[in-house]
T-cell receptor, first 112, second 115 residues
């Protein structure tokens, strides 16, 4: 049973525009969320995180929003750049857990 | 400092064989986790080792096993390989586990193909 879901397998955005990647989760005990970025033939790399005590976290062009009541988080990339083209995974964990639950990923293509 | 190193990068095995994958974590990291990535399934947690002890285990059959050595290096073994075991196997290390702002540091993975 997939506890973290990324319902859009792919997304295409024009360079300079906003990219919005979405993630839904089912377990209300999750309290820590991360986004990873993955290029082909490389392992995922950490991008940005958010804990459940916040509803927003920014890091440069990247902002993650958390809506706990809706069990939904999103990653905004503004402005999008061609180098952002990659697969993005969201992940969640609970306070007592020792693993992350990952979504299936969204492949972002930024068109120059 | 050196990242997480996984060897080999690519592997082709025949059904019924066994395979051993290796992972060297970042120096000083004591936690090593293993994940399986397949198309449409995302990253599925296999197990986590911390100071040579398996601390957490995912929902995989007993054919999947692992161990961790005193230098924190870890190996993962899959016995009696099946076609469905074809996947990218990712190793991730961290200092204490998943606590901390940055979660894991992943290696580049071992691409296993079972024929």
């Amino acid at each position: 049973d997939q506890q973290v879901k990324q319902n859009s397998p792919s997304l295409s955005v024009q360079e300079g525009r906003i990219s919005i990647l979405n993630c839904d989760y089912t377990n209300s005990m999750f309290d820590y969320f991360l986004w990873y970025k993955k290029y082909p033939a490389e392992g995922p790399t950490f991008l940005i995180s958010i804990s459940s005590i916040k509803d927003k976290n920014e890091d440069g062009r990247f902002t993650v929003f958390l809506n706990k009541s809706a069990k939904h988080l999103s990653l905004h990339i503004v402005p999008s750049q061609p180098g952002d083209s990659a697969v993005y995974f969201c992940a969640a964990s609970g306070i007592s857990g020792n693993q992350f639950y990952f979504g299936t990923g969204t492949s972002l293509t930024v068109i120059p | 400092k050196a990242g997480v190193t996984q060897t080999p990068r690519y592997l082709i095995k025949t059904r019924g064989q066994q395979v051993t994958l290796s992972c060297s974590p970042i120096s000083g990291h004591r936690s090593v986790s293993w994940y399986q990535q397949t198309p449409g399934q995302g990253l599925q947690f296999l197990f986590e080792y911390f100071s040579e002890t398996q601390r957490n285990k995912g929902n995989f059959p007993g054919r999947f096993s692992g161990r961790q050595f005193s230098n924190s290096r870890s190996e993962m073994n899959v016995s009696t390989l099946e076609l469905g075991d074809s996947a990218l196997y990712l190793c991730a290390s961290s200092h204490q586990g998943i606590t901390g702002t940055y979660g894991y540091t992943f290696g580049s993975g071992t691409r296993l193909t079972v024929v």
